[in-house]
C-alpha cells in the first residue's frame, strides 16, 4: 500500500515541533513508519525539505515558510498550494492520500482531478460555521474524499460530510508519558499564551485557588502583552506561580507527573487538546471547561472534573455544579482535599483510560483499518486505485477485442 502523507509547510517536522497538528503529523508518520514491514506498507511525506522523519520527504522547500525570511507567515498558504499541487501530480506512485491541512479546504479544489482516494484527518475546529457550510457543499459530491473527524463534536456543524471513522489522537504510553502514581502538590499547564487556551483565566483560577503552579507558555504574536513583557523580564507572575518559556514537548513529561493537576479552561470549542492525554497517561487528572472535546476525552469526576464555562454556557450535567472560575475553583479543591487513597484512584484511573482509548497503537491500527477500507471502496467504485491490476485489465480487454 503506497501512502502519500501531505502536510503543511508551514513548519518542520521533528520531535521538538510545537505546533499541534504538525505534532500529530510527526507521531503519525513515525507511528506508521514502525508498522510499515508489518502491513507492507510505503510511506511518502510531502513536507518542508528540513523535516526530519523517518521516510522519504518530498518538498517545494528546504526550509520550512515560517523559517524562510522569503516566504514568511503571511504567504506559506501560497507554497502550501505549491506542495499539494505536487503531491497530486504524483499520483501514479501512490494507491492513496492522506492529508492533515486544517479542515481539508486547500485539498478540496485539486480533489476532482485525483483518481485516487483522499483521507482528510480534519483538525481545525468549524468556529466560521457559515464559510465552512458554503464552501465545503461545493464539494459534497466528490466520492474520492474521506474525513476522519478528531472527535464527535468536531462533526455537529457539517454531520453531512462523508465520514469514514472518528479517531482520537493517541500518545507513546509505554514511551515518553510514563505513569507517576504520586504526583506532587502543584497545578501545571502548557500550551499557546492566547486567549483561546484559556491563558489569562489560567493564571486567574490559579491566583483564587492560591496554589502553587507551574505554566508553560509557548509566546506567539497574539499572546498577551503582559505574558510577552514577563517572557522578557525572565520574572516569575508571584512567589506561588512559576513560568518557564520555550520548554520542548519533549521535555514537559517530567513536570506532567510530578503535578496534582492540570488545568485546562480552554476559551473556544477545540477539536482535540492532546495535552489532555498526554497528562492523563501520566497519571495527572485535569480540570477543564466543558468545551469542545473535552467531555468526551475527560470522565467526570474519575479522570478530573468538567465544569461549565457559566450559567448561560452549560454544555452537560456534572458534579461540579458551580460554574466558570468559581467551578474551576471547586474542582480544584476537591482533588487538592482527596484522601491519599482517593487520589491515587483518580490518577490510576487517568492511566487506565489512556491506555484503553488514546494509545498511539490503537489510533494507527484505526488509521490502517481507514486505509484499507478507502481503497475497497474505491475498487468497488471502479477508481484507477491499482495502476498494476488497471494495466492486466486493459491489456485483457484489449486483447478480447483483437481476437474478436
Known sequence: MRIAIVNSNCVSLNKSTKK????FDYILIQSLYKQAKRHNLEITAFASGDSRLPVPIESVSYKSSFADKDVGVEH????????????????????????NIGNGDVVLPFAPFVKKPI??????????????????SLFKNLKNIYFVSISKIQRNPLPALNYIANI????????????????????VWAGRAIKEKGIETVIHAIKKANKKAKIFPLVKDESPKWIKQI????????????????????????HYQQSKLFLFPINWEEPFGLVMIESMACGTPIVAY?????????????????????????????????TGT??????????????????????????DHVEKNFTVENMINQYIDVYKKA??????????????????????????????
Open 76 to 99: 506559506h498558504k501560497t507554497f502550501e498550494m505549491a506542495l499539494v499541487s505536487k503531491a497530486f501530480a504524483m499520483q501514479d506512485h501512490f494507491d492513496l492520500y492522506h492529508v
Open 168 to 187: 482520537y489522537h493517541g500518545v507513546d504510553a509505554s514511551g515518553m508519558w510514563k505513569f507517576h502514581p504520586t504526583g506532587n502538590e502543584h497545578i
Open 290 to 322: 466543558a468545551r469542545g472535546s473535552v467531555p468526551e476525552v475527560i470522565v467526570d469526576g474519575k479522570t478530573g472534573f468538567v465544569v461549565n464555562p457559566s450559567d448561560k454556557e452549560i454544555n452537560g450535567n456534572f458534579i461540579i455544579k458551580k
Open 20 to 23: 499541534g497538528t504538525e505534532i
Open 119 to 136: 483521507i482528510v484527518t480534519m483538525h481545525g475546529s468549524f468556529l466560521e460555521e457559515k464559510y465552512n457550510k458554503k464552501y465545503l
Open 375 to 404: 481503497l475497497l471502496t474505491s475498487r468497488k467504485r471502479g477508481e484507477k486505485t491499482f495502476p498494476e491490476v488497471n494495466k492486466i485489465i486493459n491489456f485483457a480487454q484489449e486483447y478480447r477485442r483483437v481476437l474478436i
Open 231 to 254: 517572557e522578557i523580564n525572565g520574572k516569575e507572575l508571584n512567589k506561588k506561580i512559576s513560568i518557564h518559556f520555550g520548554m520542548n514537548r519533549y521535555e514537559l513529561a517530567p
Open 326 to 351: 468559581d467551578g474551576l475553583h471547586e474542582a480544584i479543591d476537591r482533588i487538592f482535599s482527596m484522601s491519599q487513597e482517593e487520589y491515587a484512584t483518580m490518577r490510576k484511573n487517568c492511566r
